[in-house]
């Protein structure tokens, strides 16, 4: 059983959920769809009395819409069921997308309430003078908006304290290579140009071992100036600069700079109707080679290397997958942490930027692995 599915299962058993409370609600499905234009303005018309509610829509003439057309699915499935392992992840992503969004905790609770009522006139206009049946009901809604709700906040709280030791990480990340960087900096340079002016000496060039031992150095030098960059640019992100990006384009530009080596084979298979979406183009295509170069990694001889795309509801799904060993399910809940990596010679920084860039972007990233099937990152996108 999934973490979600046995915590719902819990609040299941907290509040009393039972296959009666299940009837009562499947009861009130008909009423309920042909009421739900009037839940929905009570709604918007909460949301728009507090200006720090109405703040949360970035780009009010999509997203006010859509979410319209969300809620109507939420309130159907509210009622339906089955109450399984997808419905508690279904009411999961809820909690994360209100974290994505930055709404208000207190805004949930002021939204439920409003369901509450609407669904309390429902019971007793179903059911009229059947006090009984109206008292089921009533219980039936109570219970399904407890565990709606405290499913919803219990991911959000979730999400905003791991939000906040990551942001405390990084901060010290930051000073530390800050301060790295200014100690290294002149050193590296040095030895750089100390190599530089051995490999002009006559008797160096005529010594092929010796130019090999300076192609040594350089080369690490190199690649040490490079870590203490990755390393600044924690310190150094820019605010992202959003604009509507076809999804197919980052796509293909990111693929173009990653180097496949022989003998692998990368795929895209994006669906065709894929709208864009509202992102910093520069950093995700960053990210998408960091996750394309990272498959190449941990791939074998024979890397099949594949990168999906489809629609989600309000966002975009891509997904880079790899044919490697796959990541033990310990080292896979470290990846996203900065300076951790699976790999011996692995820095461990790809990741975790690749995670506070899609941040930046109001995005989620992602990743999922089966020992000898490979790896999958996923970066989901707004519209
Ligand atoms: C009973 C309370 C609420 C429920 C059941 C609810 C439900 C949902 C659902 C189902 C989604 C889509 C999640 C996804 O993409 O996976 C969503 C997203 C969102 N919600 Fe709520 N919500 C509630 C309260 C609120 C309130 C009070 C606000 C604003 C003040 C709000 C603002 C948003 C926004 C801006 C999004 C993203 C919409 C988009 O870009 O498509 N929600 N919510």
């Not at 299941?12 to 409370?21: E, M, N, P, S």
């Not at 109570?142 to 709280?157: P, Q, S, V």
């Not at 530089?196 to 090999?212: G, I, Y």
Request: glycine share 6%; charged share 25%.
């Amino acid at each position: 059983m999934s973490e979600s599915e046995s915590r719902f299962e819990a609040l299941k058993r907290y509040v009393g959920f039972t296959a009666t409370d299940e009837l009562e609600l499947a009861a009130l499905q008909g009423p309920a769809a042909a009421g739900v234009e009037s839940l929905l303005d009570e709604f918007y018309e909460e949301i728009d009395r507090h200006e720090s509610a109405r703040a949360v829509f970035t780009d009010p003439e999509v997203q006010r819409p859509r979410l319209r057309g969300t809620l109507v699915q939420w309130v159907a499935a509210l009622l339906k069921g089955p109450y399984d392992a997808d419905y508690a992840e279904r009411v999961e992503a809820i909690g994360h997308a209100h974290v994505r969004v930055s709404l208000p905790q207190q805004y949930m609770l002021t939204a439920m309430n409003i369901v509450r009522r609407w669904l309390n006139d429902l019971c007793f206009e179903t059911h009229g003078d059947d006090l009984a049946r109206v008292r089921r009901a009533l219980k039936a809604v109570d219970r399904i908006l407890d565990i709606e709700l405290a499913t919803m906040l219990g991911t959000y709280r979730d999400d905003l304290v791991s939000r906040m030791q990551r942001q405390e990480r990084l901060a010290t990340i930051g000073e530390l290579s800050a301060g790295i960087h200014h100690e290294l900096k002149n050193p590296l340079a040095a030895i750089g140009a100390s190599a530089f002016t051995l490999s002009e000496r006559r008797a160096v060039r005529a010594d092929p071992r010796a130019n090999e031992m300076l192609g040594t150095i350089q080369s690490n030098v190199d690649k040490s100036t490079e870590i203490i960059g990755d390393l600044l640019s924690f310190t150094r992100l820019k605010e992202p600069v959003v604009a509507a990006t076809p999804a197919d384009q980052l796509v293909d530009r990111a693929a173009a700079r990653v180097r496949m080596p022989r003998g692998y084979r990368l795929t895209i298979d994006l669906d065709p109707e894929l709208p864009p979406v509202r992102a910093d183009a520069a950093q995700i295509e960053q990210v998408l080679v960091n996750l394309l170069e990272n498959a190449v990694e941990a791939c074998g001889s024979r890397g099949r290397i594949r990168v999906l795309g489809r629609r989600m509801n309000g966002s975009v799904q891509l997904s880079v997958h790899d044919n490697g060993e796959g990541i033990e399910a310990v080292e896979l809940r470290r990846v996203f942490e900065p300076l951790f990596s699976t790999r011996p010679d692995g820095v461990g920084l790809g990741l975790s930027l690749s995670r506070h860039l899609v941040h930046a972007n109001t995005g989620e990233i992602a990743l999922t692995s089966e020992r000898g099937e490979g790896t999958t990152a996923t970066v989901t996108l707004p519209l």
